[in-house]
């Protein structure tokens, strides 16, 4: 079933878009009809840098738009700071199926249209916050669509959410911690005060990072699910967890086809791999995006490896989608992913919930830097803390931190998608 709708998705886009016959001129198969897996295959990966050139080249959709410009019921865009925005145009009818992918995703995580449902990430330019809304509403639930990212927003969100008591959030789950301990400084208790039974998250590891998702379950007594894929690639939620998964996310294959590939060669992985999700729509008329490398990495698991309780027999990533390959930081030829530091942070009790990392090179030699909040209502002092910090971190990844312990409250919390490592070996390049 899936092979056919690769078939009919890639005629499709092949037969209605100037980008696609260009992009496959040099292929060896027939692209209006692929007629196995192996033969997908053959097809170019799509980059970043290519939806770039055709956007700059044919702006503002590029020519894989494939519809009638007045079709499009909704325009998105990245909400990145430097260089030309990537620009999405989504048509009625993929909006439409977009809203019944996620409804029907929302339900199989425990929503149901008696749920009220608060999205606390920003409404910008930013499609978890409205595909989130999209699903939410199509299921019928009270949507309390809040929002995020405006100064004193978070001591509101406390007080509101006392007062409507919703049965799950959205947002992101840096989000979702700073909204826990906002919640305990002004004199609640999230698990009493609050109802929540619970938070999807997307945008960023998190949900999937084992002590932090603990932290979040513990500090609002819910459930926590990991979901998402990117922008481009909406319906989103095609990468989902379930009540059932312990960590990590389903890949909805039906939706949204999903690859693991090499990194380096760009070779399909087996399940048991570790490579960069690279996705195919398999229902979209406008942008339809095929073999959209992510740039993240994973890991992925067969069906019955996985067995979930579920039933579902999609493919899984178990450990979510634990970083960018860009973001993986290599520190004297060790790899470090901020999210394995994360981890062994959020899993000492004294630790204040939130981190910098530093990575810089002193005499031709790299040295990371942790700068670490301390909570001060815990019995540990400053030095066992450095020390407990230091001996976690070198456990996990073989190399020994230089720890600045501070306060609490001291780090900036973000609203949206944490941004925690400055690597100041690199030289800045405006792409
Ligand atoms: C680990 C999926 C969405 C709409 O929430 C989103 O963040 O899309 P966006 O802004 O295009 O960013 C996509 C990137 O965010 C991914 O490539 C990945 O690096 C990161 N990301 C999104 N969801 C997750 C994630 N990283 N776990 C996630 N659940």
Redesign the pocket.
């Given at each position: 079933m899936i092979l056919e709708k690769i078939n009919e998705q890639v005629r499709y886009a092949y037969e209605n878009s100037g980008f696609y016959r260009e992009y496959y001129e040099d292929v060896d198969v027939d692209p209006t009809d692929i007629t196995s897996f192996e033969e997908f295959r053959e097809l170019p990966v799509l980059t970043n840098e290519a939806i770039k050139r055709e956007q700059k080249e044919h702006p503002p959709f590029g020519r894989f738009l494939c519809i009638d410009e007045n079709g499009i019921e909704r325009i998105y865009g990245?909400s990145g700071t430097t260089g030309r925005p990537k620009v999405f145009g989504i048509g009625a009818g993929d909006w439409d199926r977009i809203a019944e992918w996620h409804a029907q995703i929302l339900w199989s995580i425990g929503l149901r249209p008696d749920d009220r449902v608060i999205i606390t990430s920003p409404f910008i330019q930013?499609?978890?916050s409205w595909?989130a809304l999209q699903g939410v509403d199509r299921l019928g639930c009270s949507t309390f669509p809040f929002g995020a990212g405006m100064e004193g927003q978070t001591e509101q969100a406390v007080e509101w959410i006392a007062d409507l008591r919703p049965d799950a959030l959205y947002g992101t789950p840096s989000y979702a911690i700073y909204l826990g301990e906002t919640a305990e400084e002004k004199g609640y208790d999230p698990t009493e005060d609050f109802e929540f039974k619970v938070m999807f998250?997307?945008?960023?590891?998190g949900?999937?990072v084992p002590s932090t998702r603990r932290r979040i379950e513990t500090l609002f007594d819910c459930t926590v699910i990991?979901?998402?894929?990117?922008?481009?690639m909406t319906p989103?939620m095609s990468?989902s967890g379930c009540r059932h998964l312990e960590n990590g996310m389903h890949v909805w294959q039906d939706i949204v086809y999903t690859e693991l590939l090499d990194p380096e060669t760009e070779a399909f992985l087996e399940y048991g791999e570790e490579g960069v999700p690279t996705y195919t729509h398999l229902e979209r008329t406008s942008q339809p995006m095929i073999r959209l490398w992510?740039?993240?990495i994973s890991y992925w698991e067969s069906p019955e490896e996985t067995d979930c309780e579920c039933g579902r027999t999609y493919p899984t990533l178990p450990r979510?989608?634990y970083g960018?390959v860009d973001d993986m930081l290599v520190i004297r030829g060790k790899n470090v992913f901020p999210s394995q530091i994360e981890d062994r942070l959020h899993a000492l009790d004294a630790f204040g919930d939130e981190f910098r990392v530093v990575v810089e090179n002193e005499e031709a030699l790299d040295t990371l830097e942790l700068v670490v909040e301390r909570d001060e209502d815990s019995d540990v002092e400053d030095d066992e803390f450095r020390a407990l910090v230091r001996r976690s971190i070198k456990a996990e990844i073989g190399l020994s931190p230089n720890v600045t312990v501070v306060k609490k409250g001291t780090l900036e919390r973000t609203q949206f998608k944490a941004d925690r490592v400055e690597d100041r070996r690199k030289i800045p390049v405006d792409i």
């Open positions: 990245t930013y499609l978890g595909g998250f997307s945008g960023e590891p949900a999937s990991d979901q998402g894929s990117m922008a481009e989103w990468n992510s740039g993240d979510g989608v960018r």
